[in-house]
């Protein structure tokens, strides 16, 4: 059966591993990433990771290439990472227009593996919901809209079975729909998306303000100072609260909720998807959260397109980037990538 070395590059972490055309995780292990080093570093990183999985793997013949997420927004060729702010050049400055599929197969020409392994490049998010659409909970759908919910929000779109990039290949911003026009400043520049409101800092700026505006007694108060850190456990302590029936924590939730359903309405009525699939930290409130998603989806979209869309969590967690980059090698037609 084909196999697929699978990166899953972040800013401090690369999660790597082996995956089989079945969707099986054969390997995955995960280092730190050379990102202080320069582009070129991480794809020598990249290329000698590709080296030590195909030198020890039982069957080399079966892997066909390396598929690569990576945050930031990729060019039409996938090959080029256009804008990536979480990952820095030697100057400290952000990517800006890094040919990094050519950093990986000079790095693998160096290696002796030249023309042994094909690369292909996508956007992280675009990668996890290409996992969650073949493995996970989009199975068997055609139209599907894809987010998830962390420090950013970030999202991707399937439509007629294959992955949309649009144009310019910068389809499935999500987190850059405006919701409320004169709200927080995003950092993107605009005001008001998605983003500012329902990611991690947005959450955690709705909470303190509802605590320090109304002066209501929550449990959340011993957590005061983890909140004001932007501590990454941060969201997890908010849900649980909720989940404890704390008033102020409920709330913040139940807005949360009908930000992000004022957007997938829209989107329902726009392009008429069967599913939307929720995943990364925030999405793991569970209940304190997907029934005011779901009930303002209702609200907000016309009847047909409510009845048809339906609202689940990922199921494959963080393994669902993992699944989706190697799935640019070995399902380039789910990929959107034509044949050459």
């Not at 999985?53 to 080029?80: F, H, K, N, Q, S």
């Not at 197969?105 to 969650?132: C, I, Q």
């Not at 209501?216 to 908010?238: F, V």
Request: with cysteine; net charge negative; charged share 20%.
């Amino acid at each position: 059966m084909n196999q697929a070395i699978s990166i899953d590059v972040g800013g401090t972490q690369i999660k790597w591993g082996l995956v089989s055309e079945a969707g099986e995780i054969l390997l995955r292990e995960q280092e730190a990433t050379e990102a202080q080093a320069g582009p070129m570093a991480v794809g020598a990183q990249i290329a000698d990771i590709a080296r030590r999985v195909y030198e020890t793997a039982p069957d080399p013949d079966a892997i066909l290439g390396i598929g690569v997420g990576c945050p930031g927004l990729i060019d039409e060729t996938r090959e080029i990472n256009m804008f990536s702010p979480n990952l820095y050049n030697l100057d400290g400055t952000s990517w800006r227009d890094i040919p990094l599929v050519k950093h990986i197969k000079d790095a693998l020409d160096a290696l002796g593996l030249s023309g042994r392994l094909d690369v292909r490049l996508e956007n992280d998010v675009n990668a996890m919901v290409l996992g969650e659409f073949l493995y996970g909970a989009g199975r068997g759908v055609q139209d599907m809209i894809g987010m998830t919910l962390g420090t950013g929000v970030g999202g991707g779109l399937v439509l007629g079975g294959r992955l949309y990039r649009g144009a310019g290949s910068t389809a499935g911003e999500i987190g850059h729909m405006t919701v409320v026009p004169d709200g927080p400043m995003c950092g993107c520049g605009n005001f008001g998306c998605l983003e500012a409101l329902v990611g991690k800092a947005g959450l955690i700026e709705r909470t303190l303000s509802a605590i320090t505006a109304r002066g209501r007694t929550t449990s959340l108060e011993d957590s005061l100072d983890a909140l004001k850190a932007l501590d990454d456990d941060a969201p997890q302590m908010i849900a649980k609260a909720a989940r404890e029936g704390d008033a102020v924590a409920l709330e913040v939730f139940a807005d949360t909720g009908r930000y992000i359903g004022t957007v997938l309405g829209s989107l329902a009525n726009l392009i008429n998807p069967e599913l939307a699939v929720i995943g990364g930290g925030i999405s793991r409130a569970g209940d304190v959260l997907f029934p005011h998603i779901e009930r303002e989806v209702r609200a907000r979209a016309m009847k047909q397109p409510a009845d048809t869309i339906r609202v689940v969590p990922a199921e494959h967690g963080n393994d669902a980037g993992m699944l989706g980059s190697a799935a640019l090698i070995l399902r380039p037609d789910a990929a959107g990538i034509d044949a050459a």
